[in-house]
């Protein structure tokens, strides 16, 4: 597959997870205190049952394209990363990522066992938000920062 392709997938798998994420954290959890404590159940219990659907096709084009961009076109810097800022960046870029991969998984198992409320919830999500957040910038960076 092309490189422009590839980023164009991984660019709107990251938007729509990000989007995701941010709208959780920063939306839900302000209105969380001016609604019903059932009413707010109901609204994340079906929020969440759609994005059980959908985050992890998000998640496999946004890992597939981001794996596949490494590996096509910037194998060389990901071999020596301490050679460039940049190779150095796309390092952490990549250690964030699979981190954000491991909270999903985890947020998965806990919601399995019944047991993603309250503070697991909290802390995975404003987690994932923070992490986003550097990736992004670090995104931004890798292109600019010599």
């Known amino acids: 597959m092309h490189y422009p392709i590839l980023l164009t997938i991984h660019l709107f798998a990251a938007l729509f997870f990000i989007g995701v994420v941010a709208f959780e ?65 796309l390092w952490i870029k990549i250690a964030l990522a699979f981190s954000v991969l491991c909270h999903f998984f985890t947020a998965m198992s806990l919601r399995r066992r019944g047991k993603l409320q309250g503070k697991y919830f909290k802390r995975i999500h404003l987690s994932v938000f923070t992490h986003m957040v550097f990736i992004v910038l670090l995104a931004k960076w890798m292109f600019y920062v010599h």
């Open 25 to 89: 954290v920063l939306m839900l959890e302000a209105i969380r205190k001016q609604l019903p404590r059932d009413v707010m159940q109901q609204l994340e219990g079906a929020i969440s049952a759609r994005a059980r659907k959908i985050m992890p096709w998000v998640l496999i084009a946004l890992f597939g394209a981001g794996i596949s961009m490494a590996l096509y076109q910037y194998r060389p810097l990901l071999a020596a990363p301490l050679a460039s800022t940049f190779g150095l960046m």
